[in-house]
């Protein structure tokens, strides 16, 4: 009789600490799933983070494993068991080759005998990415710029063949042009000065250089 009311008190005390561990604690439940596919993500990780500092409330693997006769396969069920606390969380999923995925967790106004809550499928996506062959990238020089009222052109920019006179490059100048008589016009307007690697020179002088190219040309 001694122990028989042994074992009823203690298994009195098991049925009221495994109720007071109930009281003080709820399980998240749901699912993590591909965005595209809907097919199940097993073994991602899911966190419950405290919304006001993202501290790590609890965490679990998503994985539920199955058997049914010889055949087994694997879901991503999640349950995370956590204090029974009102407050804001936050669900964080991470699994390679997906981003990272935040689910707002409010929760609030517990049920006397509500031990879980249903958060539903989470959708994992995976990021953009756009692959490129190799590629080569070759920088170019300005070939002509503005500076005040100066129209500056970088000879260096133009490609000229060896030995190439004067007048070659002004051909390829951008709104340039030469008159048969070794004048230069820019975009319709006489050129009155020019300036070479930075020295001035006169018109008479460019003009003389000029007919000797056009003649040897």
């Known amino acids: 009789m001694k122990t028989f009311c042994t074992a009823l008190i203690l298994l009195c005390l098991t049925v009221c600490i495994s109720a007071q561990t109930l009281d003080n604690t709820i399980t998240i439940e749901g699912r993590v799933q591909d965005f595209v596919t809907h097919v199940d993500v097993p073994n991602c990780l899911v966190e419950v983070l405290n ?65 879980s809550r249903e958060v539903g499928t989470i959708f994992l996506k995976r990021p953009k990415t756009v692959d490129l062959n190799e590629v080569v990238v070759k920088a170019t020089k300005v070939k002509f710029y503005h500076k005040g009222d100066t129209l500056v052109y970088n000879a260096d920019a133009f490609q000229l063949g060896e030995g190439s006179m004067l007048d070659a490059l002004i051909r390829q100048l951008p709104g340039a042009e030469l008159s048969k008589d070794g004048r230069i016009y820019v975009n319709g307007k006489f050129v009155e000065s020019l300036l070479l690697n930075g020295k001035d020179f006169s018109v008479e002088i460019i003009l003389l250089c000029l007919r000797i190219c056009l003649l040897i040309w």
């Open 51 to 115: 919304a006001n500092d993202s501290s790590v409330v609890a965490s679990k693997k998503a994985l539920k494993e199955y058997q049914n006769g010889e055949q087994s396969w694997k879901t991503s069920e999640y349950r995370i068991t956590i204090p029974r606390k009102e407050g804001d969380y936050i669900l964080r999923v991470t699994e390679d080759g997906f981003m990272p995925t935040y689910v707002k967790l409010p929760l609030r106004h517990f049920y006397k005998r509500e031990i």
